[in-house]
């Protein structure tokens, strides 16, 4: 036993102990760290990772992989409708470039309450076409009770089962959320495929398929300002679903089990959400789309799969 005041003796033996079990402790840490990174890179890089439902890529560099249109200046937005042949594997089937003074025919513009959004409201006076552009128009509706009252649409001809689909875009203020996407004939949900969903803000988007009852969710979203001009587009196939941004795919989602096979129509809509006040605006504002371009699938003989919506130009 030492005495007080002295330094404590051990002997060479405890030492050699002590410095093994501190050199064991070291090893110890930097096995379990590895292991700790390497299974965060996993989940990181993992599919599965989005606790939302399987994750999708994103990018948005290099040279556009599709077109966004022609350039024409007369156009409101600076680019009419893409051509004819410019999708590979597809076949123009429908164009309308909104024109005239009223809703072409084969679009059917939305009234009531919207579904899932019981503190919404639809009305077709909130849909219209002037100036060359398609408006949804947000404003407090005195025929609603002073209510944010929303427009909404579906191109409700013929539908088709896989295509690329393209609108032409802006919108001029936060608030409502924006939504143009792909809606089943059926009018039975699931599935569904939003290729640009402001959720209620101009600074970004998202793509989103939804399928299944427990609404699994294959997701991506994506920073870019909404109150610009740009070209959105979706392309449909068995195999993937292509996001497109202004001719650049942006996101991809090849998990299989959420691609739709069964008859589609394009949908546009405004939708508020006010009580809570999540996506509720403050001032008017607009939905514009300058135009929008339908391209059906090649069959595999070299002709259309469907070609069941006329062109119409009004």
């Known amino acids: 036993m030492s005495n007080a005041g002295e330094p404590s003796q051990s002997s060479p033996q405890a030492g050699d102990h002590r410095l093994f079990n501190r050199r064991l402790k070291v090893i110890v840490t930097v096995v379990v760290a590895t292991m700790l990174v390497a299974s965060v890179w996993v989940v ?7 606790l939302s439902g399987p994750t999708t890529s994103s990018t948005l560099a290099g040279r556009p992989q599709y077109s966004a249109g022609v350039v024409n200046a007369s156009e409101p937005s600076g680019l ?16 309308n470039d909104f024109t005239g003074n009223s809703l072409p025919s084969v679009w059917r513009s939305f009234s009531g309450i919207p579904g899932g959004d019981p503190t919404g409201q639809f009305s077709p006076a909130h849909v219209v076409v002037s100036g060359g552009l398609l408006r949804l128009n947000t404003w407090k509706d005195p025929n609603y ?16 089962t896989y295509g690329a689909f393209f609108v032409r875009s ?9 939504v143009e996407l792909l809606w ?11 290729f640009n969903e402001s959720g209620g ?4 988007t998202s793509a989103t398929v939804h399928w299944t009852i427990a609404n699994h969710l294959a997701q991506n979203f994506l920073s870019v300002n909404l109150t610009q ?18 001719g650049r795919v942006w996101s991809t989602d090849t998990v299989v089990a959420s691609i739709p096979n069964q008859p589609m129509t394009v949908d546009l809509e405004q939708r508020t959400i006010c009580d809570p006040l999540s996506q509720c605006p403050t001032r008017p504002t607009s939905l514009l789309v300058d135009w929008v371009s339908i391209f059906s699938p090649f069959t595999n003989a070299g002709r259309p799969s469907a070609l069941t919506i006329t062109n119409e130009r009004r």
């Open 44 to 50: 990181l890089t993992s599919p599965s990772s989005n």
């Open 80 to 95: 009419g409708p893409i051509s004819a042949d410019a999708i590979p594997g597809f076949v123009a089937a429908y164009v």
């Open 145 to 160: 009770h002073n209510q944010w009252v929303t427009g909404g649409l579906c191109l409700c001809g013929d539908p088709l």
């Open 170 to 178: 802006r919108q001029t203020g936060s608030g409502p959320n924006e």
């Open 184 to 194: 089943p004939k059926s009018n039975s949900w699931p599935p569904e495929i939003n």
């Open 201 to 204: 803000a101009t600074n970004e």
């Open 229 to 246: 001009w740009h070209t959105w587009g979706v392309i449909w196939t068995p195999r993937f679903i292509k996001y497109t941004l202004d």
